[in-house]
């Protein structure tokens, strides 16, 4: 018998405590401290252990999660958890992940996953139906919107540059531009710098009074870079950026793009899968028009890290990409099946796919187009009751779920330190048009109206001056 296998006792046992920690973490999350303390004494024990030489044993193991991991851990799942684009993992999530790390199937060539293949291009065809685009569009599953931006120029890299899979940048041709906005995920720069464009390439073009990409800058921007003997080749538009949740004006970017022939990758990791709600399509629609669109599953599908998306419209440009021939891998192609290595970089590929399927089918889609028009609504209640507050003041339009605000005459990162210590939530900072100011988002199911009434109450108070006491001026410690 191997030594790394449980006893049928031990099986039962490890289910029993499993249950019982999943049970135990989903009754404490509302009394939990959203941003605990961390135990530096045991977080330094953990890093001074050495590697075991004989094992513990379940229970022991248990005891160690419980005990020192999760006290120690971030409290995701707290309805007041608002500082990111991250919500909490939905219900079915962990019993997802438990299944695919059990099967551990291999999703890179369909003979070694074959239910996960088709699971996969389910998943993939559903949200391409989501975007707007045509049956021809492919794509892959992601780690998340960085690389999945990162996946995507390079395919426009391929498709764009003659020759680029054999001279790469070593070529005697004009610099290549890639073009974004000032207020875009900084995945873009990063992109640029490993895929070898180099920053001094990407222009970063500035916004409107909306925080959206400016298409006149733009337009002049490109003309600039023609008229310099340079090469421009991709523009990276943002449907919901970080800071504000803007949503660049999609149309009128790709109008151009086609104009001047472009390719156009959409940055929808936050804001895409809003198209879920039908109010939100005519902010979005252009998302439909892009070459290639990221999008999170693990943001507002609620999937539990990692999952991240990218679509290509035509999806033979996808594959041009990232398909090499390789002997020991062939394989007979199959019409049902997908050779997901042949659409990626990645050979050994988790099943991603899993968990996002299994919550729409133990979900319906129809609760998370509920869910996600429920944050929307929890938004603009925190923003109208930020502007009805004197000494609250409203930075930015509020377009998808993020809130960004000023309190007058308060220090913000104090402001934020003491929000959370008294547990009333995580947020988060912003800087926008050289202002500081706080920035909740809120991206989590969990959250209700009384969540938000509290941190406007917790707010209210912060922005009140004290009031002075008749018969005798504030002293230092009132001030």
């Not at 995701?76 to 079915?92: D, E, K, Q, S, T």
């Not at 999952?307 to 062939?330: H, I, Q, W």
């Amino acid at each position: 018998m191997s030594e790394l296998l449980l006893t049928d006792e031990e099986r039962d046992r490890a289910g029993t405590r499993l249950l019982t920690l999943l049970n135990g973490h989903e009754r404490g999350i509302p009394a939990a401290q959203v941003l605990p303390e961390p135990d530096r004494e045991t977080l330094t024990a953990l890093l001074s252990d050495p590697m075991p030489e004989d094992g513990i044993g379940v229970d022991a193991l248990f005891d160690r999660w419980e005990h020192e991991i999760l006290p120690n851990s971030t409290t995701v799942a707290h309805p007041r958890f608002l500082a990111y684009v991250l919500g909490p993992p939905n219900g079915i999530g962990p019993y997802a992940e438990a299944v695919a790390a059990a099967i551990n199937q291999n999703c890179n060539f369909w003979q070694l996953s074959p239910a996960a293949s088709v699971v996969e291009r389910a998943v993939l065809e559903w949200l391409a139906e989501v975007v707007g685009f045509p049956s021809s569009a492919k794509g892959i599953l992601t780690g998340g919107g960085s690389l999945a931006t990162l996946q995507a120029l390079a395919a426009a890299l391929h498709d764009r540059v003659p020759g680029f899979r054999a001279t790469g940048l070593q070529r005697p041709a004009p610099a290549l531009v890639v073009y974004t906005s000032v207020e875009a995920h900084r995945s873009v720069d990063k992109a640029a710098a490993i895929l070898g464009i180099g920053l001094d390439h990407v222009r970063h073009i500035p916004t409107d009074s909306q925080h959206r990409m400016d298409v006149t800058a733009l337009t002049e921007a490109i003309a600039a870079d023609r008229s310099a003997g340079r090469q421009p080749w991709c523009v990276v538009a943002t449907c919901g950026t970080v800071n504000t949740g803007a949503v660049d004006p999609l149309d009128a970017i790709a109008d151009l793009c086609a104009e001047q022939d472009l390719w156009l990758h959409v940055d929808g990791a936050y804001g895409a899968l809003f198209l879920l709600c039908e109010e939100m399509r005519a902010v979005m629609g252009g998302c439909a028009r892009a070459d290639s669109i990221s999008l999170d599953p693990h943001k507002t599908l609620f999937a539990p890290l990692e999952a991240g998306c990218l679509l290509v419209r035509d999806g033979a440009k996808l594959r041009d990409a990232y398909a090499f021939d390789s002997s020991y891998l062939t394989v007979a192609e199959d019409p049902l099946l997908t050779d997901y290595m042949d659409y990626g970089p990645q050979l050994s590929r988790g099943f991603k796919a899993l968990k996002v399927w299994s919550a729409l089918q133990a979900f319906g889609v129809n609760a998370f187009r509920t869910t996600m028009a429920r944050t929307l609504d929890l938004a603009r209640r925190l923003a109208d009751g930020i502007e009805a507050t004197p000494g609250l003041t409203l930075l930015a339009p509020v377009t998808l779920t993020a809130v960004c605000f000023a309190i007058d005459g308060v220090d913000h990162t104090a402001a934020l330190q003491a929000l959370a210590a008294d547990n009333t939530a995580l947020l988060g900072p912003v800087l926008l048009d050289g202002r500081h100011g706080i920035r909740a988002c809120i991206t989590n199911h969990r959250t209700t109206p009384a969540d938000i009434d509290l941190i406007l109450d917790r707010l209210k108070a912060m922005s009140s001056p004290p009031v002075e006491p008749a018969g005798r001026p504030l002293s230092t410690v009132d001030q």
